[in-house]
């Protein structure tokens, strides 16, 4: 069975940082493309970041670019999101996804949720 | 960046009739293009991929349909867990940016 475990959520100042992973089991994680999308509180999907089967190449949303850095530990089936310079408009769930090729999201996390706020 | 705009973005369906939901991108997607459903408190679940292929375990109820710029899902008879929110994804432009539509709300009339 797929799943996808997130973690790393919480409460953090403005300006801040926060490290969310993802854990991945029941597919052969190494295969994949994997993404981040958030949701803020009563919005809808926003694509954030996204990363190739072997972390070679990876892309993000204007919003985040400069700010945030997704990689991923083959070796550990985990996919990482760093976020740095955090702002309130991040505030948000964060959901990772499995890529199905360079196409859909065949499967996503239950999502954790960061709080931008002072 | 492609736009995608849903509409209708709120839809009030009874219990057994027939939903249609459109979606349409500021330039071709050519059939990559994806629907969702996402329940309240519940991560998003893949509906349909390639404008028109239903998912693994997706009842027959569901399809969809369109090409290039103009995409519509269909909810041939709308089943009580079907009230949820829809959205659409483009994922043409997958090397650099794949959006999201602003999501339909389908809701008991």
């Known amino acids: 069975e797929v799943q996808l475990v997130e973690s790393g959520g919480g409460l953090v100042q403005p300006g801040g940082s926060l490290r969310l992973s993802c854990a991945a089991s029941g597919f052969t994680f190494s295969s994949y493309w994997m993404h981040w999308v958030r949701q803020a509180p009563g919005k809808g999907l926003v694509w954030v970041s996204r990363i190739n089967s072997d972390g070679s190449s990876t892309s993000y949303a204007d919003s985040v670019k400069g700010r945030f850095t997704i990689s991923r530990d083959n070796a550990k089936n985990t996919l990482y999101l760093q976020m740095n310079s955090l702002r309130a408009e991040d505030t948000a769930v964060y959901y990772c996804a499995r890529g199905e090729g360079a196409g859909p999201f065949d499967y996503w996390g239950q999502g954790t949720l960061v709080t931008v706020s002072s | 960046e492609i736009v995608m705009t849903q509409s209708p973005a709120t839809l009030s369906v009874s219990p057994g009739e027939r939903a249609t939901l459109s979606c349409r991108a500021s330039q071709s997607v050519s059939s990559n293009l994806a629907w969702y459903q996402q329940k309240p408190g519940q991560a998003p679940r893949l509906l349909i991929y390639?404008?028109?292929t239903r998912a693994t375990g997706i009842p027959a109820r569901f399809s969809g349909s369109g090409s290039g710029t103009e995409f519509t899902l269909t909810i041939s008879s709308l089943q009580s867990e079907d009230f949820a929110v829809y959205y659409c994804q483009q994922y043409n432009n997958w090397l650099r940016r794949l959006t999201f539509g602003g999501g339909t709300k389908v809701e008991i009339k």
């Open positions: 390639g404008a028109s």
